[in-house]
């Protein structure tokens, strides 16, 4: 969907100046649009105990963070890097929610220095983690629930988390380990713009919960439903209604719970996703059997429209209004699908406008990669006092070649 309307004006009268001080391309995030979304989740908090755990995944860079865990987020974390990246901003213990699959020895390690929760997506680790954990928590498969939850795709093929069927007795077993602090995980949905079925989802999971802790003997002490909240990509799209989730929230923690058993978020797309736009300079038009617009930034500065074969990014061309064309928008990788448009109507381009790839904010510099030579853009941020500020450089060769050993003995 197009940026906000603030964002907009916040941006727009700097853009030029942005450009031709940094050079595109570049992702460049709203700190004032991020803050603003923080206090959404604190809208839930002040209500009810609850925590948002950012997903770091959606866009790793510690300037961004810092923000987040200034306005109150935790965060969700899958790997080492991500572990020091929340580190890095002061995160530690329960400000830490590590979730991995596939989980190696020295990640679990790494989240117990951490003092993080451990959440464990197999039924494999209780024979596999010594000393094992004191707080158990067990992430439920998807696949396993008697109701249809198919906004994750082919949940019987998902390699997440433990079937409902057999999380009685892994709890159980976790228990007679020494665990004797519990707490209850699930994502089934992702990307769900209707707060009615997000809550729908959550109450499932809840009844999960309360169901496993009943037969299991245990109590809760959070039940974390997982990343899930969706943003609009495309124009005509409605954007989730927070308040509604907000209250629908609270009243569920109310229906089910007292106040010793919180309930966790882990959102990522949401929080960062709309407050962050891919700025690129129209490079090349070329006219074959089609028009291809060929841009500065490819699919290793964002790559969900190649992979995703719905993954729609709104594109703009911020300061012309000419009559649209349909057109391509490509990168320059050797791989046909490196195109962040397909028959698009846009305002027709010229060599040297600048182009908006809309909707950036979250799995965008994040997928980025450097496959074919293409390095990553760099990354900034519009500050709230309007200032501009470099949080990620552009790669360069230097970056390129920098885990290659002994470079200097090559003859050039
Ligand atoms: C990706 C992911 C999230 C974040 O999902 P969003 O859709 O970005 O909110 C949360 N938890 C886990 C385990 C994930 O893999």
Do not use: W
Not at 18 to 38: K, N, Q, S
Not at 349 to 367: R, Y
Request: aromatic content about 12%.
């Amino acid at each position: 969907m197009p940026m906000s309307k603030d964002y907009h004006q916040r941006l727009m009268p700097k853009l030029k100046d942005i450009a031709l001080e940094f050079g595109t391309p570049f992702h460049i995030y709203d700190e004032i649009g991020i803050r603003e979304v923080c206090r959404q989740f604190k809208t839930i908090s002040d209500k009810i105990p609850f925590k948002q755990y950012f997903a770091v995944k959606a866009l790793p860079n510690p300037y961004i963070l810092e923000i987040l865990f200034d306005e109150g987020m935790g965060f969700d974390c899958a790997s080492i890097p991500e572990i020091e990246l929340a580190s890095l901003v002061g995160a530690h213990g329960h400000d830490i929610f590590f979730t991995s699959n596939n989980t190696r020895q020295d990640e679990f390690e790494a989240a117990f220095r951490a003092a993080a929760i451990v959440n464990l997506d197999d039924a494999c680790f209780l024979d596999t983690i010594y000393p094992f954990p004191e707080l158990a928590c067990f992430r439920m498969a998807a696949g396993s629930l008697d109701q249809k939850c198919t906004f994750m795709g082919a949940t019987e093929n998902s390699k997440f988390g433990v079937p409902y069927s057999e999380l009685v007795e892994t709890f159980l077993r976790a228990k007679s380990l020494g665990a004797n602090r519990f707490g209850f995980h699930a994502m089934l949905c992702s990307n769900q713009r209707s707060a009615e079925m997000v809550l729908n989802t959550a109450e499932l999971v809840v009844n999960h919960a309360l169901q496993i802790a009943k037969s299991a003997d245990i109590n809760f002490e959070f039940v974390n439903i997982g990343g899930c909240i969706g943003i609009p990509y495309r124009p005509e799209e409605d954007s989730f209604n927070f308040p509604v989730f907000a209250n629908g929230l609270a009243e569920l923690h109310n229906r089910y719970f007292d106040d010793n058993t919180r309930i966790y978020t882990e959102c990522g797309r949401y929080v960062t996703g709309p407050h962050g736009v891919l700025v690129t300079t129209v490079n090349n038009i070329m006219s074959k059997f089609r028009t291809f617009i060929g841009i500065d930034a490819g699919m290793s500065a964002l790559m969900r429209p190649a992979i995703y074969p719905d993954a729609y990014h709104h594109i703009t061309l911020p300061f012309v209004n000419r009559t649209p064309i349909i057109a391509d928008i490509v990168g320059s990788l050797c791989e046909n699908n490196d195109k962040f448009a397909i028959a698009r109507s846009i305002s027709e381009p010229q060599h040297g406008d600048l182009m908006l790839i809309h909707d950036t904010g979250a799995h965008g510099a994040a997928m980025g990669f450097n496959y074919n030579g293409r390095l990553r853009p760099k990354e900034l941020m519009l500050r709230q006092d309007g200032s501009v500020m470099l949080i990620r450089e552009a790669e360069t060769t230097r970056h390129y070649f920098s885990t290659i050993p002994h470079i200097d003995m090559f003859p050039h």
